[in-house]
């Protein structure tokens, strides 16, 4: 909460205020009223403050903001066909009751539950003609609240301009008003967000906390992306380079990830540049794009808006392994279109809530996390297991056999890397058990991946 109180423009804490304007001034908001309840909640000087006051505080702001995630999938269910609308009800509840959601908001605490909420917003609003430039003008505003939805951006243009401001007769037509009305609204969300700071002569600042790219290629905790799978190679590699003949890089050896700062060595394998990164994420967003651009439908969008975000996180520069409820969630509107989607899904549902574990490391968290997310798999995968129609094509991939596969072996190892390791080896390899399940959700999230490449080529 200090953060709203001026973090912005001091280095009085590590985890200064990395997020966009918009939600510095939600802070602000929240700061008004938390005086009322523990005055040591604005001080920034107090680092890891953490009474009692200040966590139910925090958490019941959490609960009350996501209102905005509830009145989306209302929302989201009252647009839906009459005929959809029992497979509508199940996809909006599995998001509502997330265990990610849980995982990240009410108990590793952040407001993740009510920046969705306004995204999901913007998702259901692309879905009419008459409400495409207030969906522009809500995601121009999710971006000024948290800039991790620009991973998305690319999608939501090339729909906008080919839904709504070129001609539907012919794409050498503009609409020159819809297209005058969308730039202007934006251009004024972006002038509220960033006007006040330009003025200030704060944007350096602004802009090199909001793109970090001093930190390094992975997270502290490695998002189960291609970079974890790259990076647990890498690891493998130092112990088979003297037989295999190649070099090793001693000065990398005992190099590790950090959260902070700091950039990733590899010891073996080539080292990973930002353009690198930036080049592969931009050539996988551009595919499904092209389909996007030349079928301009409501589900080629989300499908472009969910491949759009499985980019980002497979192949982006530091990546937080949070980040996978970007293709998790608009995934979910899809999953029950057939069972080719919910094909694609499963995996991903399963891998992508596992990977989140490591943010909850105490014993006692075990149980919570462990039982809830196996209790939500089990209900919703089942439930959209009936629900969704068989497709008209045929399955590509054995995707339901991979999956049955994957959970076989996921369920020991999670046990391993929550309970086993520790009680073997206490506070040594503290890093084995998260190199362990980032790598091994890796696996899965990218398998997921190509699937849903395949279904959304072929649809």
Known sequence: MSTANGAIVQNTSEWTLDYPPFFAYFEWVLAQAAPYVEAGLLNIQSLGYDSWQTIYFQRTTVVLTELSLVLALQWFVYTTPPASKKS??????????????????????????????????????????????????????????????????????????????????????????????????????????????????????????????????????????????????????????????????????????????????????PQVTPRATFLLTVFFQVLPLIRLFYYPKWETFIGAVTLCGYASFLFGWHVHEKAILLVIIPFSLLAVRDRRYLGAFRPLAVSGHVSLFPLLFTPAEFPIKTVYTIFWLITFLMTFDRLAPASSRPRVFLLDRFSLLYVTVAIPLILYCSLVHQAIFGEKYEFIPLMFISSYSAIAVFASWVGFLVVYYTS
């Open 88 to 269: 509508a009800h199940a996809v909006a509840l599995s998001i509502l009751l997330s265990p990610g959601l849980l995982i990240i908001d009410h108990i590793h605490f952040q407001y993740n539950g009510f920046l969705y909420g306004i995204l999901l917003f913007s998702l259901v609003l692309a879905r009419q003609q008459s409400t495409l430039l207030l969906s522009g003008l809500v995601f121009a505003a999710l971006l000024c609240f948290k800039h991790i939805y620009l991973y998305l951006a690319p999608a939501y243009f090339v729909y906008l301009l080919r839904e709504y401001c070129l001609s539907p007769r012919s794409i050498f037509q503009i609409r020159f008003g819809n297209a005058t009305k969308l730039a202007t609204g934006i251009l004024a969300v972006f002038c509220a967000a960033l006007g006040p700071y330009i003025y200030w002569g704060q944007q350096q600042q602004l802009f090199s906390r909001l793109f970090p790219f001093s930190r390094g290629l992975c997270h502290a905790y490695w998002a189960p992306n291609v970079w974890a799978m790259y990076s647990w190679m890498d690891r493998v590699l130092i112990f088979a380079a003297p037989r295999l003949g190649l070099k090793i890089n001693e000065a990398a050896v005992n190099s590790v990830t950090r959260g902070l700062v700091g950039d990733t060595s590899f010891a073996v394998l």
